[in-house]
């Protein structure tokens, strides 16, 4: 059974930074691509970035410069860094892993329950 579970979310002031985990079991990310999504209160979910196997990643625009991906084969997990945050970046966030996913399209088929991120102005 493959899971993915995300940790590393919580309350931080605007400007501040916190780290996002994707623990995977039952698969391994070197064989998946990974895609981070957040989902606001009323607001349609947003795909914020999406990794590659291989490493190659792809942003949103309202997170270039802020935002870095990184993984740890070892540890089967995949990193979301966020720094100077913004109160807009508050929502839930989501990871998700499958064959393939970029700026192109994306098919996903294990998605992580989230974790809230709170950005306090």
């Known amino acids: 059974q493959v899971q993915l579970v995300e940790s590393g979310g919580g309350l931080v002031q605007a400007g501040g930074s916190l780290r996002l985990s994707c623990a995977a079991s039952?698969?391994?990310?070197?064989?998946?691509?990974v895609a981070w999504y957040r989902q606001s209160p009323g607001k349609e979910r947003e795909l914020v970035a999406t990794i590659s196997r291989y490493g190659a990643t792809n942003e949103a625009d309202s997170v270039k410069g802020r935002f870095t991906y990184s993984r740890d084969n070892a540890k089967n997990t995949v990193y979301l860094q966020m720094n100077n945050l913004k109160p807009e970046d508050t929502a839930v966030y989501y990871c998700?892993?499958?064959?393939?996913?970029?700026?192109?399209?994306?098919?996903?088929?294990?998605w992580g329950q989230g974790t809230q991120v709170t950005v306090s102005s």
């Open positions: 998700a892993a499958g064959p393939y996913c970029s700026a192109y399209g994306c098919k996903l088929d294990y």
């Open positions: 039952g698969t391994s990310i070197t064989i998946n691509d």
